[in-house]
């Protein structure tokens, strides 16, 4: 049952590479904020609600056409402007506690550091897609490409997850959304905290519990 309420609610992300650890991680923190009587909300992005799914899938899955780079961002803008409307606003007004897989972050260094498209339009982009609201707390997960891209071939190993468009990116793509993290970090220290997780899952469960509880209590 979820008994106790935020005011203004929680919205906290979680970003990074591939196969940095944040779906294994968000599981982990929602089990913990349940059994406190919270109520958590997972999502992911792109994705969350019917429509936004039906996004993701011509996002990553695509292949009829060559999708253009700007059509690309356009379609997380959308996407998250619903996201955000129809799933996570609602739980926060609720008092509740949003953990969402990817958010605004992931679009500033995928769209933005990796396929260079222009860093202003892209920052009223999320003005536009997210009104007010923007993450109270962001975890990047940072590990490097090596470390991400071994983990995600070994986990798409007989798996039909493996190789969407963004995943077929060459070291070059995978590096720069890297440092587009960290620059994103170094950037937003208030809101962004950065999380070695090439270290063991439980000791980085530790570290995140660590601050959310901080910012609950
Ligand atoms: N994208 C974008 O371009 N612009 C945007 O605005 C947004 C997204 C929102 C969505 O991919 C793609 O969309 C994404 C960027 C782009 N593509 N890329 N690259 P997705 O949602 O399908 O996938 P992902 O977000 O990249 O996550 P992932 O690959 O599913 O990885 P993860 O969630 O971070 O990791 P995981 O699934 O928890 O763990 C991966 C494996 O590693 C698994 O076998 C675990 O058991 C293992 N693991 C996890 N933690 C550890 C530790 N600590 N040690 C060892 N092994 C571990």
Known sequence: MANKKIENGLLITFEGPEGSGKTTQIKLLAEQLSSLEYEVVVTR????????EKIRELLLKFDEEDICDEAELLLFGASRAQHVRRLILPCLKRGGIVLCDRFVDSTTAYQG????????????????????RWPDLTFVLDIDVETSLQRTKKRA???????????????????????????????????????????????????????VYNAIV
């Open 45 to 52: 992005e792109p994705g969350g609600t019917p429509l936004c």
């Open 157 to 211: 190993e007989g798996k039909e997850h493996a190789n969407d468009r963004f995943e077929a990116e060459n070291r070059a793509f995978h590096t720069a959304v890297r440092y587009g993290f960290l620059d994103i970090a170094e950037n937003n220290p208030g809101r962004v905290k950065v999380i070695d997780a090439s270290r063991p899952i439980e000791i980085i469960a530790a570290d995140l519990w660590w601050e």
């Open 113 to 132: 550091y990796a396929r260079k498209l222009n860093s202003n339009f892209i920052q009223q982009l999320h003005d536009f897609s997210l009104g007010k």
